[in-house]
């Protein structure tokens, strides 16, 4: 039983450029939320997709984007990086439409900005 | 917007001490959860608690949430080194898809 994947494990940008992070939730969950994480800070929600739809955003800005593909998996795209992006990125899945349900995590992807 | 607060930040004990770990929100929650990170790891799913006053035990671990629904603790009996990591409780505001996390609190362990 597989649980989140998420893709590429670290990645190193500049200034300016766009990323794109993949995930594939665990098996049988079709609820993908993303979060960014700074060093020694907790999870911020960034955006949550359920039926290929954006359900619930955080307080990031529109160069924050995503999408949810049929099979439940997704992206997310972050565009003009900045330094402050530096981050540890995670996807969780959920099951569901209902919220309150327990967050089941990746392994995130680290992304350097330089 | 929503303010989940955890303290302490950082908890060094001896092993075979208590922990404890206090969240507070600034809104009324529908739900508690905590969640456990170890170093270099990902936030593990650990439980959830919904009702008003509920208590829950897994082992040498009890969670409460308070009786208004915006402060829960997490308290850990007779440390074990394999406690350490980063332990963090998230809520949802009622109605809300956002889970919205505290800052955490850092347990590390002297053998």
């Known amino acids: 039983d597989a649980g989140v994947t998420q893709s590429p494990t670290h990645l190193i940008k500049t200034r300016g450029q766009q990323v794109t992070l993949r995930c594939s939730p665990k098996?049988?969950?079709?609820?993908v939320s993303w979060y960014q994480q700074a060093l020694g800070q907790g999870p911020q929600f960034i955006f949550q997709y359920y039926e290929e739809e954006e359900r619930q955003r955080g307080n990031f800005p529109d160069r924050f984007s995503g999408h949810q593909f049929p099979n439940y998996s997704s992206e997310l795209n972050v565009n003009a990086l900045l330094l402050g992006d530096s981050a540890l990125y995670l996807c969780?899945?959920?099951?569901?439409?209902?919220?309150?349900?327990?967050?089941?995590f990746g392994d995130g992807t680290r992304l350097s900005i330089l | 917007g929503q303010q989940v607060m955890q303290i302490p930040q950082y908890q060094h004990v001896q092993e075979g001490e208590d922990f404890t770990t206090y969240c507070n929100s600034s809104t009324t929650l529908s739900n508690i959860q905590w969640y456990k990170q170890r170093p270099g790891g990902h936030p593990v799913f650990l439980i959830q608690l919904v009702k008003s006053g509920e208590v829950k035990k897994q082992k040498r671990l009890t969670f409460q949430f308070g009786e208004a629904k915006k402060n829960s603790s997490l308290h850990i009996t007779a440390t074990q080194t394999t406690d350490v990591g980063t332990y963090f409780c998230?809520?949802?505001?009622?109605?809300?898809?956002?889970?919205?996390f505290g800052q955490g609190t850092r347990l590390t362990i002297n053998p």
């Open positions: 998230a809520g949802h505001s009622t109605g809300a898809q956002k889970l919205v």
């Open positions: 969780a899945s959920s099951l569901g439409q209902v919220s309150n349900q327990p967050q089941h």
């Open positions: 098996s049988g969950h079709d609820t």
